[in-house]
C-alpha cells in the first residue's frame, strides 16, 4: 500500500483495492472501468491524444449499469486531503446534468460502500 508523505493511502492503492474486490464479483467485474486519464505525457503524445478524445478532468472510475434512475455512475477518487481540480468538477457537473451518478470518495471503504449501494441495492 502506498501511502503519501502525509500518512493518508494514496488514490492509486485505493483504486487498486477497490478493483481487487470489484474482480471478485462475477456480475459487475466487466462493468467498472477504469479511465486511465493521470500520468505525465510528453507534449507530443498529450496533443495526439487530445485529438483522439482524451479529456482532462474524467473521473478515475465508470461502472457502466443504469441502476437508480441514472444511465450509470462515476466515481472520482481522491486521497484523504486530495483536492478536486477545475475541471473535475466541470466533468462531475457535466456527468450530472446528463443524468450520471456521480460520487467522490476518499477511502477504499467509502468507494466500495458506494458501489455496493449503486450495483447491488
Keep these: ?63 457502466a449499469m443504469q441502476r437508480h434512475g441514472y444511465g450509470g455512475a462515476w466515481i472520482e477518487l481522491k486521497s484523504a486531503k486530495g483536492v478536486l481540480s477545475e475541471l473535475q468538477n466541470k466533468f462531475l457537473l457535466d456527468m450530472a446534468r446528463q443524468n450520471y451518478y456521480t460520487a467522490v470518495c476518499r477511502t477504499t471503504e467509502s468507494t466500495i460502500d458506494m458501489i455496493k449501494w449503486y450495483c447491488f441495492e
Design 1 to 63: 500500500m502506498r501511502l503519501l508523505k502525509s500518512g493518508d493511502v494514496s488514490e492509486e492503492s485505493i483504486q487498486k483495492t477497490v478493483i481487487e474486490w470489484v474482480r471478485l464479483n462475477d456480475c459487475i467485474k466487466d462493468l467498472v472501468i477504469h479511465i486511465p486519464n493521470e500520468g505525465r505525457r510528453s507534449e507530443r503524445y498529450g496533443r495526439v491524444l487530445r485529438d483522439m478524445g482524451m479529456r482532462a478532468g474524467v473521473c478515475d472510475l465508470f461502472i
